[in-house]
């Protein structure tokens, strides 16, 4: 009778343990299945959206989060350098005419307002251009590439700007319109001399060269908006340099 009885309660005890393994296991799986399938939305939906995003993110830039350029063109403090950074002036000899000529040229720090660019036919006014193009750099204006060469000097000056900001009427310049690029040393006219697309791969257009051109370029999607793995450039024969008389600050 003993041990019936001692049999019993064992089996009551592995009854009432299995059961309260199941109801932890149960209330586990309800936590956390939901919790799963969150997680698997979450990814769907991302690996979905990314690339859309991606495409559309110029818009939704222009319609929500980009700063007006108004309010861009007051944020002129460089974070790069110091203010109180002295000006890199140096005097230059140049060639003009068969003749060498003096003149005095201010050479920009990275992060730097070097220049204002103009292509009135195209209706690009009063561009700002940086020194630099990172990322950072162009949220204020165009960027210049500072491997090429400086403004004013033999070779190619290369600039950069977003399609869905200030170069969105890059592509409509064309062969002939005249574009300005005026530093606080020099303002440089230019003529529109070619448009060609490139890979993004393909350095060839950024290269030094032997003529003296600016290069304008920008991403380039057939005229939408949008990155792409494709560049605008726009090709600019250098007309004449205006030198400036430098201030030296005190």
Known sequence: MSDAVNNHKTGS??????????KVLR?????????LILIFLCSGAYLALYKPYYKYKPYLDMA?????????????LNKY?????????KEIEVEVDGK?????????????LYAILNCEDAGMTNIEVYSGTAEDVLEYGAGWYNGSVYIGRPGNVVIAGHNHTDFFYLDRCETGDIVTLETSYCKCTYIVNDRVVFHENDYTYVYPTDDDR?????????????????????????????????????
């Open 13 to 22: 005890h592995a009854h009432e343990h299995r059961t309260s393994s199941s």
């Open 27 to 35: 209330t586990f799986t309800y936590v956390l299945t939901p919790f």
């Open 64 to 76: 929500f989060g980009s700063t007006p350029m108004e309010v861009r063109n007051l944020r002129t």
């Open 81 to 89: 350098r110091d203010d109180d950074a002295p000006d890199q002036i």
């Open 100 to 112: 060498i000529e003096k003149h005095t040229m201010v050479y920009p720090y990275y992060g730097d």
């Open 214 to 250: 600016l290069t304008l370029y920008t991403c380039w999607n057939n005229g939408k908006l949008g990155m792409s793995e494709y560049r605008l450039a726009i090709i600019c024969k250098l007309q004449k340099i205006e030198w400036k008389e430098v201030k030296i600050k005190e």
